[in-house]
């Protein structure tokens, strides 16, 4: 059996983060929902 690796919170956000500056379509994904955000606070 393999050992569980357990990671810190932070490890696990760098991961996280690495993963989705790889991923073209969820960075796009994630752009819309902040500009629909942005653009509803500004109403």
């Known amino acids: 059996m393999r050992k569980i690796r357990k990671f810190?919170?932070?490890q696990l956000v760098n991961e996280n983060?690495?993963?989705l500056l790889n991923?073209?379509?969820e960075m796009e994904?994630?752009?819309k929902k902040l500009e629909e955000r942005i653009l509803k606070?500004?109403?």
């Open 17 to 19: 983060k690495r993963q």
């Open 41 to 43: 606070k500004a109403e």
């Open 23 to 25: 991923d073209e379509k």
């Open 29 to 31: 994904k994630i752009e």
């Open 8 to 10: 810190t919170f932070e």
